[in-house]
Nanobody
């Protein structure tokens, strides 16, 4: 049974930091591309970051310099470290996985349940 279980998130003040983690099971994690996407209230899905099976990383311009994606294959876990958070980062954050590169979220094979991140004073 495939599962992506996300942890972390919550409420943080502007300028603060949070870390999301996503623990995978039921598939060969090390072979998969992993993604973070988010959905702000009333908006569509927005791609945030990708890490491929060789630790190559990609970040959306809106988070570049503030967010970092990483993975630990021994723990079947992908992380999203979020620093210098802004109110516009408020969203539900989802992790997702694909065996091969995906250009749209429609192509993601597996999804996590989502975690709320709220940036507010």
């Amino acid at each position: 049974q495939v599962q992506l279980v996300e942890r972390g998130g919550g409420l943080v003040q502007p300028g603060g930091s949070l870390r999301l983690s996503c623990v995978a099971s039921g598939f060969t994690f090390s072979n998969y591309w992993m993604y973070w996407v988010r959905q702000a209230p009333g908006k569509g899905l927005e791609w945030v970051s990708t890490i491929n099976a060789r630790d190559g990383t990609y970040l959306a311009d809106s988070v570049k310099g503030r967010f970092t994606i990483s993975r630990d294959n021994a723990k079947n876990t992908v992380y999203l470290q979020m620093n210098s958070l802004k109110p516009e980062d408020t969203a539900v954050y989802y992790c997702a996985a694909t065996r091969f590169i995906a250009t749209t979220s429609d192509e993601y094979d597996y999804w996590g349940q989502g975690r709320q991140v709220t940036v507010s004073s």
